[in-house]
């Protein structure tokens, strides 16, 4: 059993009480982390405040960051194997997650070398005949980044590495449910040097650390990935503060009738069970061109059959758990809405032992849970529609709007659907699952208010600052 202590102003530090991890796969507990209130809140933000009066140059922040990116490398399968342990992630899946970290904190490295303002052209406008003009990049100040249990490592990669690259010092509220990746990374960062204060690692009571981050005003910014309620109402009580949300989708795809249908099933089948449909960008709804449907799922279901469904610390598995009972139970009761409202249930359909079988739903309209919301589970449904703008108004049709995708041979197709989807971003003849770290990812309408990925994520911590010099 692993046991972390907090970090704060560079010291490891325990309360006396503790938060419990357990396995989502077994229950078994695997490790404690000491459990931190407002207090501990309070004293991260000093800490942090008292390192930002001594700003780190450019280039000993890139360091340290690129010495995360070895320290993650020497402690992949380790790393790999704990993410397994506190979200029940596949280990394949964990794998891919740990070296995306790495490419992650790489990228950002790249940015804290890059920072830099830009001239105004001062004489383009008569009032500025005789000056001279720029802007420096000043970081926007103590960054409070709070993330979500689903990619316990990598997300809190993408909140970490680009407030350092910016020169952010950062008060870190990890999921209570996966905490250990992230206190991982807050060793590899301490290990690596990075000075006292620079960040601060506060595991515990969600509202209650959430409250001194939205209330203190020494927090300049706060960036959530998470679910859209939280996200919303937290930029409501912080509307002073720069307030950066990372949300929930309920993720479409559309197979046009040209597409290579044996690819984007086995694509699909993948993206839209893996870490069993625990990724906001999980493949939920595909709508599927009439003449092509019947061929389509047929493949489509096939290549779910296949897949295997466990123990995610088995090598072999592509399917675990979900993070918990309550969970579980809620999307059960969405596969029961759907059928008792009519959808026909292709795979699946219920439990398998304490997991959730990969579910295939046909028929579902968008009024269904399965379709309006984020299931973020096993679950995914196939429609079929006529013309290309039927798809694209019924992938348009809920409050979400992170990413989609289209499988097509025509690339006017493939155009129409990349300007007429709201979205963050459209992804063509591959999942829209997929995510590369130096990738501009995020999403509009209830889907969130920014991008994240190290060169925009470093955009959005700092501001510029106008110098003016009268020649
Ligand atoms: P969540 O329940 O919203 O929790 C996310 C984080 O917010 C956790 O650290 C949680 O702490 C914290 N939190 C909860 N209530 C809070 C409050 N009142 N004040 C401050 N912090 C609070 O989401 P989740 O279930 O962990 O993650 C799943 C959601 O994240 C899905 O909607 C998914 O789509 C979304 N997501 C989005 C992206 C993206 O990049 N767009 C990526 C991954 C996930 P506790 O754990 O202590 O409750």
Redesign the pocket.
């Known amino acids: 059993m692993t046991e972390r202590k907090l970090l704060i102003g560079g010291e490891w530090v325990e309360t006396g009480e503790w938060v419990e991890v357990r396995s989502p796969y077994s229950h078994e507990v695997v490790g404690r982390v000491a459990k931190a209130g407002a207090a501990e809140a309070k004293a991260a933000i000093d800490a942090a405040e008292q390192a930002m009066a001594e700003p780190l140059p450019a280039h000993k922040r890139a360091e340290i960051l690129v010495k995360v990116v070895a320290g993650i490398a020497r402690r992949h399968d380790e790393i790999a194997h704990q993410i397994t342990a506190e979200a029940g992630k596949p280990l394949k899946a964990a794998r891919v997650e740990t070296s995306r970290a790495m490419s992650t904190y790489t990228f950002a490295a790249v940015e804290a070398r890059k920072l830099a303002g830009e001239m105004v052209p001062m004489d383009a406008a008569q009032a500025g005949e005789g000056k001279l003009a720029f802007t420096l990049r000043e970081p926007i100040g103590i960054v409070g980044a709070?993330?979500?249990?689903?990619?316990p490592l990598n997300?809190v990669a993408h909140k970490l590495a680009p407030a350092l690259a910016a020169g952010c010092a950062v008060v870190l509220?990890?999921?209570?449910?996966t905490p250990l990746s992230a206190l991982t990374l807050a060793e590899l960062a301490d290990e690596a040097g990075l000075p006292a204060g620079w960040l601060n690692v506060l595991v515990g009571p969600?509202?209650e650390i959430?409250d001194v981050l939205v209330e203190d005003e020494r927090v300049r910014a706060i960036t959530f990935?998470?679910?859209?309620g939280?996200g919303w109402k937290?930029r409501e009580r912080a509307a002073r503060k720069k307030v950066l949300l990372?949300?929930?989708?309920a993720t479409p795809v559309i197979v046009h009738g040209d597409a290579d249908l044996d690819e984007a099933a086995e694509k699909l089948a993948a993206n839209a069970f893996s870490f069993a449909g625990q990724s906001?960008i999980s493949v939920q709804r595909i709508y599927i061109q009439k003449w092509v449907y019947d061929d389509f799922v047929a493949r489509f279901v096939a290549k779910v059959e296949d897949l295997v469904v466990g123990d995610p610390a088995d090598e072999a598995t592509d399917v675990g758990p979900v993070i918990d009972d309550e969970s579980r139970e809620r999307i059960l009761s969405w596969i029961e809405e759907a059928r008792d409202a009519g959808a026909e249930i292709l795979a699946g359909g219920g439990p398998d032992g304490e997991l959730i079988q990969p579910t295939v739903i046909a028929n579902a309209s968008l009024d269904m849970k399965v379709c309006r919301e984020?299931v973020?589970g096993p679950v995914c449904v196939v429609n079929s529609y006529e013309a290309l703008d039927e798809a694209i108004s019924l992938a348009n049709g809920t409050r979400f709007g992170?990413q989609a995708g289209i499988f097509t041979a025509d690339i006017r197709a493939a155009m129409r659907a990349a300007h007429k989807l709201e979205f963050g971003g459209v992804i063509v003849n591959e999942a829209p699952t997929f995510r590369a770290d130096q990738m501009p990812?995020g999403?509009v309408k209830d889907?969130?208010n920014t991008r994240?990925g190290p060169p925009y994520a470093v955009r959005e911590l700092t501001e510029h600052r106008l110098v003016v010099i009268d020649l």
């Open positions: 709070i993330s979500p249990f689903n990619f997300l509220k990890p999921a209570s449910q969600a509202s959430g990935t998470g679910s859209s939280v937290l990372e949300l929930g989708n906001c984020e973020f992170l990812y999403g889907s969130g994240e």
